[in-house]
């Protein structure tokens, strides 16, 4: 589910249709929640960890490629939507980021991979 017009670069999804672009292999997926947090719960699919409480968070998303599609998610919701408007202004152009965050994931029951960040 969209909430935004295909027009915006930035989109809000829910789990499953975030699941589906995760399947399609369309989607580049960032996790911008903390050490603790990922150590806590795992991450969805093979997520790049970018912490937003980094103080160098806008300077690395900012080296990432302008034109590919993105997930962002963080626990609940919030800080994705803070990165993914940070991305919007950095000239992003296809950010989709998880309502709800991984919370939202996990009550789906979608899996969630536990690795050493």
């Known amino acids: ?54 103080p160098d968070f806008a300077e690395k998303m900012n080296a990432l490629p302008k034109n590919t599609m993105y997930l962002i998610y963080c626990q609940s919701g919030v800080r994705g939507l803070k990165a993914g408007q940070m991305m919007e202004k950095l000239d992003f152009s296809n950010i989709y980021v998880l309502q709800g965050g991984i919370l939202t994931w996990m009550r789906a029951g979608l899996p969630l991979l ?4």
Do not use: N, Y
């Open 114 to 117: 536990h690795q050493e960040i």
């Open 1 to 54: 589910m969209i909430e935004k017009p295909s027009s915006d670069p930035l989109h809000l999804i829910d789990a499953l249709s975030a699941k589906h672009l995760i399947d399609e292999g369309e989607i580049t997926v960032i996790d911008v929640r903390t050490k603790p947090e990922i150590e806590e719960s795992g991450v969805i699919g093979d997520a790049a960890w970018i912490d937003f409480r980094d």
